[in-house]
């Protein structure tokens, strides 16, 4: 067995229209090791929340994984029964969405929906799952857990809720959190308090983390490694810290100079921040060639022809671009 | 809470007194009253006597003060005398509001225990073959004229199979019933069908539900502890108004099976002008509709914690 | 036309619907007897035959020809009743959202009213003080069934009102008539359309249950509601006198139901606005 947490070979996504599939995502490798940081990064549309889905088993109609293999450590997901990946899903995988205001039952106490993971996976009773409940709150830092335990969702402020999914997801140590845009939609002042929260709790337990972000900056700041994903193709992949100082693909070097930099100085009649200009294709308006082509500053004439391989690069990582070829 | 609460009933007090005004001013002030349509009916009545009917009945005191005289005797519980009979009204009422209330409530059993599934079998299965029919059979309750198949019921489950019996109330056994309610119970079936299934729908593909899919639960737990509770809510407001108004509703299939309820007691005394009973009815019948709602009311603020804690 | 097939209720609605209209407007061509003066006792309650396609009624007048000529009273009542209630419902509505206060209170106060009283014992109530006929119908309907657009022109207004071209048109020095007119109502008219269409059908059913009652269109006019009225005493020995004039209001109000919900999905595609 090998020591992957999870493992995605050659996946694609489709859109099923009329009968007939349009790949939304298509082709993602990706790997991560126990007790990894990785990050995933894109504009929204790229495909990245739907990568994350499908790993969670997650996807709805029409959507569905059409290819490859999903492999969470070592066992294809799709050979499971549903029986043996409902106990996978939440005990060994977990996930946090992107709205703490909708992602709570409204009509259950905090305390019945984290207890409802011990009752589901560790067979606790009600009792046991209550106490563990207020562990489990205290774990995340809400304060008076204990009086706590009885509030609704609607009673609690946008990071007081998202702490309680993090509670949720992280109740039966799982070996991997998926962690979806998780301060998105939160006040500035407390993101970094709950990335922090999410990391610190992660690493004790050894808890690999898939981060999907549209903030380069954040998850270069934080991962191991980053992952970014334009039009539903993985196009380059490198460590955290390299991918900051040489960008390879066009489109990565784009989101880098789109990222406000302290210590950099203006010159005059430069700008700022750079943007890349246009926007992304939308799924049925996939065509032949390399996806960023259009937008692309250093397009070559075959990049509208054909679709670029994934190649590795000299320094480690990976990348799809005809310039490295 | 208890504030809302009391808003609520002070609301259903004034739609009362309005309702009790409006009804009453429809009756004093457009022409034609019990005594004219009692010539009508005896063209031999004699002017003076009828004069004298009228002065019995109080038909001469001036408007306003019926009015108050009416809404005081109300709130003594005294809802006057029939002009036809002489009888106090509260005591016609008696009676037939057990029988109505006692039809509501099978109906209203009928529509739920039929309407409720069908509308989750629909939205389970959206967009299939089950759901259109769920849903063609849904808007075809709602376009029958209740009287028809009532009709229908009759000539089919009485005259044909002669299982059941054709109408009356009998010795007030079950046998009666089921006709009567199934009739009324048929277009409240369809819209609950149609509610569950949007509500059903509109619960499904919330995030909370997506949350608690990916706690690795099974489908019959998800349902039961996450969707039923949730899309009852949206479920409930529309079962209290549709029980709330088949006092009201049941006159037209009342009268069609001699049903002895409110109904059919509004009808008679609409024929006959008889206006303390059709106010009666009338006071019954928007009573009913308050109460239910206000009954809802309570439920939300005790199954929905959102309202429970504001 | 094939984006038609793609829509089965506004397909289906909007045939039923034209084709209840076609019958109507072309009543004296289709109906083989005259509904009110062919009576003949001879042929009282024959049974379906090539003569009388849907039997005979207790008089003998061909039931196919009444109900063929009852839908011109069905549809001039519905349509007639529908416009009233929409015109009341719609300037109680529009102009309750757009003043607000007292007035707002009160027009709100008054659809909860007509919301605690069914409309049909409402409509009882009038047509006992007004009399039967095809006048007092259309006050007694016309006046207590539009609850519902009241409550829907309302709440779109109150969106609507403070969406830039309304507060252009006010800066411009339009007076509120003009606005409300003028600026809001064609913005609003989508789901009024929709509201108005069902309500044509519960017009239609109404009308039909009134004069089953005896307190609606007078006999020997052809109402498919007072077609039913002695439907129950004749049930044993001639059941088609009750089954086609039902069949004829069932499909009537059906038509317009579907007819409203396609007109919905149209407008609508995501189903966020329901009923």
């Not at chain 1, 950099?264 to 996806?291: M, N, S």
């Amino acid at each position: 067995m090998s020591d992957d947490v999870l493992r995605i070979e050659d996946l694609t996504i489709a859109l099923r229209v009329e009968g007939r599939d349009h790949p939304a995502v298509e082709g993602v490798n990706l790997t991560i090791g126990r007790g990894e940081v990785v990050g995933l990064v894109g504009e929204s549309g790229c495909g990245k929340s739907l990568t994350a889905l499908s790993v969670a088993g997650l996807l709805t109609a029409p959507m569905h994984v059409s290819n490859g293999r999903i492999l969470i450590e070592g066992q294809d997901v799709a050979r499971l029964s549903n029986r043996s990946l409902r106990s996978l899903r939440g005990d060994r995988i977990a996930m946090i969405f992107q709205e703490p205001m909708t992602a709570l039952n409204p009509l259950m106490t905090i305390g019945d929906q984290i207890g409802e993971m011990f009752v589901l996976h560790r067979g606790l009773g009600a009792r046991a799952a209550r106490k563990a409940a207020i562990a489990a709150l205290d774990r995340v830092q809400v304060p008076g857990a204990a009086r706590r335990v009885d509030d609704y969702p609607h009673q609690l402020s946008g990071g007081m809720r998202q702490r309680v999914m993090i509670a949720i997801a992280l109740a039966c140590d799982p070996a991997l959190l998926i962690a979806d845009e998780p301060t998105t939609a939160l006040d500035v002042t407390i993101q970094a308090e709950i990335i922090d929260l999410i990391l610190e709790l992660c690493r004790e337990q050894g808890t690999a983390v898939l981060m999907i972000s549209h903030d380069l900056g954040l998850v270069a700041r934080i991962c191991n490694r980053v992952a970014v994903m334009y039009a539903g193709h993985l196009i380059e992949e490198q460590a955290a810290e390299r991918i900051f100082l040489s960008p390879h693909h066009p489109y990565t070097r784009g989101l880098v100079g789109a990222l406000p930099r302290l210590g950099r100085r203006l010159t005059e009649g430069q700008a700022a921040l750079t943007e890349i200009p246009g926007t992304v294709p939308a799924i049925l308006d996939y065509g032949a060639g390399c996806r960023f082509a259009p937008r692309c500053t250093r397009v070559m004439a075959h990049c509208a022809a054909a679709t670029p391989e994934t190649t590795q690069l000299p320094q480690g990582g990976r990348i799809r671009c005809f310039l490295h070829d | 809470m208890a504030l809302v609460l009391l808003r609520r009933l002070l609301q259903a007090v004034v739609t009362v007194a309005v309702v009790i005004t409006l009804v009453f001013l429809i009756f004093s002030v457009i022409p034609g009253d019990y005594v004219s349509s009692l010539m009508a009916e005896k063209r031999s009545l004699d002017p003076a006597v009828a004069e004298r009917i009228a002065a019995e009945l109080h038909l001469n005191d001036p408007v306003p003060l019926r009015l108050g005289q009416y809404l005081v005797g109300i709130l003594h519980g005294d809802l006057g005398l029939s002009f036809a009979t002489q009888q106090p009204v509260t005591e016609m009422l008696g009676g037939r509001i057990w029988a109505s209330f006692k039809l509501a409530c099978a109906a209203m059993a009928c529509a739920i225990v039929t309407g409720l599934p069908l509308g989750y079998i629909a939205a389970a299965r959206q967009n299939r073959w089950i759901d259109g029919l769920a849903m063609v059979f849904a808007v075809s309750g709602l376009s029958v004229p209740g009287f028809w198949f009532g009709l229908l019921l009759m000539y089919v489950f009485s005259l044909q199979l002669g299982w059941l019996p054709t109408f009356g109330y009998g010795q007030g056994g079950i046998e009666h019933l089921i006709l009567p309610a199934l009739t009324l119970g048929i277009a409240p079936m369809a819209l609950l069908a149609r509610t569950t299934r949007a509500a059903v729908l509109e619960t499904k593909t919330a995030d909370f539900i997506r949350t608690a899919r990916s706690k690795g639960m099974s489908e019959g737990r998800l349902v039961r502890k996450h969707l039923a509770r949730n899309a009852f809510m949206l479920i409930l407001t529309m079962i209290g108004l549709q029980f709330g108004s088949m006092m009201g509703g049941s006159v037209v299939i009342e009268s069609l099976f001699a049903w002895p309820g409110v109904g059919s007691l509004l009808i008679q005394s609409v024929g006959l002008r008889d206006i303390p009973v059709v106010q009666g009815c009338i006071l019954v019948i928007v009573l009913f509709f308050l109460i239910v709602n206000t009954l809802v009311d309570v439920a939300y603020l005790l199954i929905d914690p959102r309202i429970r804690y504001k | 036309m094939l984006k038609l097939l793609a829509r089965p209720n506004l397909a289906t609605g909007g045939a039923i619907v034209l084709i209840a209209i076609l019958v109507a407007v072309f009543a004296p061509l289709i109906a083989p007897h005259d509904p009110i003066t062919d009576a003949n006792l001879m042929f009282a309650e024959t049974a379906p035959d090539a003569d009388f396609l849907m039997g005979t009624d207790e008089q003998g007048r061909d039931i196919f020809s009444r109900i063929v000529y009852g839908a011109r009273i069905a549809l001039t009542i519905g349509l007639l009743v529908e416009l009233m209630n929409t015109i009341i419902g719609v300037a109680l509505g529009v102009s309750a959202g757009y003043f607000g206060g007292w007035w707002d209170e009160f027009v709100q106060g008054l659809t909860n009213v007509m919301l605690a009283v069914p409309t049909i014992v409402f409509a009882l109530a009038l047509m006992a003080v007004l009399g039967p006929g095809i006048l007092s119908l259309l006050i007694a309907l016309g006046m207590t069934d539009w609850a519902y657009s009241c409550r829907i022109s309302r709440a779109q207004v109150l969106t609507m009102k403070s969406r830039p071209f309304v507060q252009a048109a006010r800066t411009m020095g339009y007076g509120p008539v003009h606005i409300m007119a003028r600026e809001l109502l064609p913005n609003i008219a989508g789901p009024l359309v929709v509201v108005a269409t069902m309500g044509i059908g519960s017009a239609i059913m109404a009308e039909a249950s009134l004069s089953f009652l005896g307190l609606g269109v007078v006999p020997p006019a052809p109402s498919w509601g007072s077609m039913l009225a002695r439907a129950r005493e004749q049930l044993i020995v001639a059941p088609w006198v009750a089954v086609f004039p039902g069949l004829a209001i069932f499909f009537t109000v059906l038509g317009f139901n579907l007819l409203g919900d396609g007109l919905r999905d149209l407008l609508d595609p995501q189903g966020r606005s329901k009923r």
